[in-house]
């Protein structure tokens, strides 16, 4: 037992799953803040130009209340809110994505064009210049 804690800490302490989970966290803080926009700031004016139609309240009345027994509704107008809480996270994602593509590649050409420092001399060559330094002093002691 102790060694699957042991195993599972390991597993959860690696950098990828707290990447993963740190994404999940600040991705559902998003989301939060684009349901907001589309809701209090998007769909307010796109209502008023539809005729005052708030998005949420469409449903169409399968069966009347009857009773104890609630009616049996279909919100059509709660998925159109989804579908478009959707279609704007994803097109938000796409253009922070393709902000940090470009950065990349940005950063990417910076790199490419900053010039390369010479090689450093291979041992060989080292030692070949040793030796004429050598016989260079043999030379003029001579």
Do not use: C, H, W
């Amino acid at each position: 037992m102790k060694a699957l804690i042991e195993e599972f800490k390991a597993f959860a302490m690696r950098g990828n799953v707290m990447d993963m989970a740190i994404g999940i966290i600040l991705g559902t803080a998003f989301g939060k803040i684009v349901s907001s926009f589309v809701a209090d700031v998007l769909m307010p004016p796109l209502g008023l130009l539809l005729g005052g139609v708030d998005f949420t309240d469409l449903a169409l009345t399968l069966r009347e209340a009857v009773g104890d027994a609630p009616a049996v509704v279909l919100r059509y107008g709660a998925f159109i809110q989804t579908v478009v809480d959707f279609l704007i996270i994803a097109f938000a994602i796409f253009l922070v994505v393709k902000g940090m593509n470009r950065l990349m590649e940005k950063k990417k050409e910076e790199v490419a064009a900053a010039p390369k420092p010479p090689p450093a001399p291979s041992k060989e060559e080292v030692l070949l210049a040793e030796i004429r330094d050598l016989l260079k002093a043999q030379a003029g002691q001579g």
